[in-house]
């Protein structure tokens, strides 16, 4: 039997001990010496073969789903082999070029040597996006960046080192008045000394006696212009004194006039002021705010008299009786409210409620008939469409309440009375203008159809009762003058406000002759009616204004003249 394994030489195996063959013949019959293979050994080697050759075929799929195929040797791309772009024109076989100062943005960026073509792809789409998403600039931005700019080019060339000094700077810039001014520029010029041996608090000393010298030598200048004008123009009221014999108006009084025009008066309101009226006197005035109180000032003073707080909402209109009615205010709210205020006995001018009147929504308007209606009567535009006119009795115990229920479509925002009394004019946000007449009841004469939007305010000229004004939300304000005594048909004259903002109140002037506009831009318009018998209605300018400041009528003057005394 042939054996597997390693085996004894042939010339050993007949020396063998007996004993020890008898000792391991228990424990095999077998001639093999060593361990002994399965007898299933071809069996198990070909199952292992296969199962070897499966594991390698499972693998190598995997390294193909896996992408991890056969490993390429690591190397470097070329993108890392070449320089950035705006980095090749400072390097080659020239001098090296370094910048040291004024580096931009992209200068400063160190990104383009280790940005892939991948992360350059994305920074090119991501500023190409934002490029596009870039809003256009603001003109105001504009405007802004172009004058820090001339501001700054001003500075810089105040800022920059003179030869000269200020004080030699304005005397060859300026011509002196008389030898006089000469003397004084003179006597303060300063000697300037070589500025490389001064120190800076020499420099600082010199300085400040220079602009000193300066401000006294402007003060001196103006005041000697003040003086030469003053002189021409005293002569020059002479000369027309002399040829057109005119009212004996003092300067000083024109001047009172004049600075009564341009006052400020301090209300002391806490938020918007929407409506303001001067009492007949001219000496208090009424205004309202959105904080909910009418305050009366002192226009002579600024001093706040008395406040009416009486009103949960803000309050949009006030406005004074004639003086044959009483010392009367009217005020009219967003909560529904139109108040008559009395004054009360002594002269503190302090009000109290006299009258109260609550409308189901907000009173936009209250106005008062003139002195020349047969009884007081006031006013009120509603909100809802409704005029409300509360008439005062004639044993003066109370009030009547008559109301045009529908006088307008949507909401009346204004009311104004005709000079006689007898008829009302209304504006409303259905874009009329309606004329209404005191009969058995109210009734409707006209309806002027002429705005494109909201009607904002109509007034009636106090002293021409064929003439009232209208402004709108159209930018458009328009003069209605009645073509016949029944006032049924009327023709308007058309002036535009695009220009200036949205027309807000029109008021005309006591006489009738002008006419206030004020927009929404914060500014007043005068207009005035040319006299060259066109009809047509033109903007006043301010040279013109000023002239009729100066001319004051002389009804003007001796109103002031009697409040002063």
Known sequence: MSSIGPQLPPGLETKVDDSASDSDSGESDSDIIGPKPPSSFEAISSASSAALSIERRQLVMKRKLEDMGEEKPQGRETWMLELPDEKRSLLGLGPRKFKTKNLTDKDKDRSCWTDTPADKARKEKDADHTEKRKEPPNPEDIAASARDKRLQKIADKCNAKRTESLLELHKRGISLPDNAAAEKVSSAS???????????????????????ALKKLKKELKKCEREEKGKKSKSRVNEKSKKKKKSDVTPAVTERVREMLAKNIETAHLDAIHDVKIDPSGTVLASCSSDGSVRLTDVQSSRVLDV????????WSVSWAPPVYGNLLASGSYCGKAVIWSSLPGPNWKFSPLYEYQHGCSVNCVAWTPAQAKCASLAAACSDGVVAILNRRADGSGFEVDKIVG????????????????????????NLVKIWRREKSWVDVAVLNGHAGWVRDVQ???????TL??????????????????????????????????????????CGTLLAVSSGEGTVTLLKKS???????????????????????????????????
């Open 407 to 430: 006088a307008h479509g949507v909401a009346c925002a204004a009311v104004s009375w005709s000079p006689t009394g007898e008829e009302l004019v209304s504006g409303g946000f259905d």
């Open 460 to 466: 009636w000229c106090p002293v021409n009762n064929n």
């Open 308 to 315: 009416l707080q009486i009103h949960t909402a803000p309050v």
């Open 190 to 212: 300063f000697s300037e000394s070589d500025s490389s041996s001064e120190d800076e608090k020499a420099k600082r000393k010199r300085r400040r006696k220079e602009k000193k």
């Open 531 to 565: 006299t060259d018998g066109s009809g047509e209605w033109f903007h006043i300018s301010k040279s013109e204004r000023d002239k009729m400041t100066a001319k004051s009528s002389s009804a003007d003057v001796a109103h002031v003249q009697a409040m002063q005394q």
């Open 469 to 510: 004004a209208s402004c709108s939300d159209d930018d458009q304000v328009k003069i209605w003058e009645a073509s016949d005594p029944s006032h049924a048909t009327w023709t308007c004259k058309t002036i535009d406000f695009k220009d200036k903002g949205t027309p807000w109140h029109v008021s005309w002037s006591l």
